[in-house]
Each structure stands twice: as structure tokens, then as C-alpha cells.
């Protein structure tokens, strides 16, 4: 088993805190060269001939997020989960003590630290990779969107019989539209945009910690 790093937004790390969010997709880099094949038989080379550097099932993700550490006295002082620093997650404004000392200013004075310099310590979400596969980033499913955290309405929560098909389509269409709005406020000035639709890896995870 191994263990690598990935980031997550304030909106998603709430998402899996929730329990709403066991998916993410990631851009393939550097993207495939196109091939006249199947779109199967692709995504099946990818995998074949590529490593996804987010890990293979079994092996688990720390998550990294926007925090801060906090004056370590106060966390000493507390003892809530023993001698430490204090760390401060802004994607729900919870804290927790860690067994790590760190020189900080204070709650009031340290600023956020960006989530690409969480150490590991600071980690308080683990994931457990369940699967990982290849494909579009326009194949998504309204049920993968619903995965990835974005089904904010669903007709299976409606009485039996006073929903129809009809309907059932649209809220499956506002559930990829939400996915798709979110993708591009993150890849789309990197070029990989919605409507690029770029080969990506799916990762699906169950939270251990």
C-alpha cells in the first residue's frame, strides 16, 4: 500500500466530510495522442501503457487543504487530543491538535496556508483508492456526477410515481452542468476545459480516517 498527496477545493473537502463525495476525476498529463480506435479500446491502451500517479486500489490519498497552525500553547493547554499544534481548516472552520510543534503567530495573526503546502501531519482526511479508470471528461453519468458531489436535487427523492421520465432527464442534465461549471473554473484556462473534453483518470475512494 501507498500513500500520495491529492488536493481538494474547500467546497469538495465538504463534500467529503458529508459523505456526498466518493469521486474525482483528474486531467491525464500529458494528454494521449489521439488514436482511430474505439473509445474503449482507447481508454483500455491508456491504461495498459500509462501509471496513474494518484495510485492503483488499495492505496490511499491524504488529503491537502487550505489551513493554518495556531499558537501551540493553546493546544497544549486544551489537551484535547494531547500536546501539539492547533490546526485551523477553512473549508468548514474546524480545528484539531496534532503531536507536531510548529512556530506560529496565533490564530488571529497566522495567514491561510494554500493547500499545496499541507504536510502530511496536517492531514486530516485519508482516502482509500476503490477503483481507477479512464475516460472522457464528457462521459460522466448523472450518477458519477452525483459521486463527484454535485446532485444538489434527485427525483429518487420524490414519491414514487410524481416524477417522470421527463423530468428525471433534466435533473440528470443539471447535475453534469453543475460537474461541468466546476471543471471549468478549474481546468479551463489550463486548456482542459469542458469543451476540449480531455482524457482524465476516475478515481473512486471510500474515506478511511
Known amino acids: ?3 500520495h498527496p491529492i488536493l ?3 467546497e469538495m473537502v465538504r ?5 456526498r463525495k466518493t469521486m474525482t476525476r483528474r486531467v491525464i498529463k500529458p494528454q494521449p495522442v489521439s488514436i482511430p480506435e474505439a473509445k474503449v479500446a482507447h481508454a483500455n491502451w491508456i ?9 492503483q486500489p488499495g492505496d490511499r490519498l491524504w488529503v491537502r487543504e487550505t489551513w493554518k497552525p495556531t499558537r501551540a500553547s493553546c493546544a ?6 494531547g500536546p501539539g499544534t492547533y490546526v485551523r481548516y477553512r473549508a468548514d472552520d474546524s480545528r484539531r491538535t496534532v503531536a507536531h510543534s510548529m512556530k506560529c503567530r496565533g490564530a488571529d495573526r497566522e495567514p491561510w496556508h494554500p493547500s499545496i503546502f ?14 481507477v479508470r479512464v475516460e472522457r471528461v464528457q462521459d460522466i453519468t448523472a450518477a458519477d456526477a452525483e459521486a463527484e458531489g454535485f446532485l444538489s436535487v434527485s427525483y429518487r427523492d420524490a414519491p414514487k ?4 421520465f421527463p423530468a428525471q432527464v433534466a435533473v440528470a442534465r443539471i447535475a453534469i452542468g453543475q460537474f461541468a461549471k466546476y471543471w471549468d473554473s478549474l481546468n479551463a484556462k489550463r486548456g482542459y476545459g469542458w469543451a476540449a473534453n480531455p482524457w482524465v483518470w476516475v478515481i473512486s475512494f471510500k474515506r478511511v480516517g
Open 1 to 3: 500500500m501507498k500513500e
Open 8 to 10: 481538494f477545493s474547500g
Open 15 to 19: 463534500a467529503i466530510l458529508d459523505g
Open 47 to 55: 491504461m495498459q501503457n500509462r501509471t496513474c500517479p494518484y495510485g
Open 76 to 81: 497544549i493547554a486544551t489537551g484535547i487530543d
Open 118 to 131: 499541507m504536510p502530511r501531519w496536517a492531514s486530516r482526511i485519508t482516502l482509500e483508492i476503490t477503483e
Open 161 to 164: 410515481g410524481s416524477i417522470g
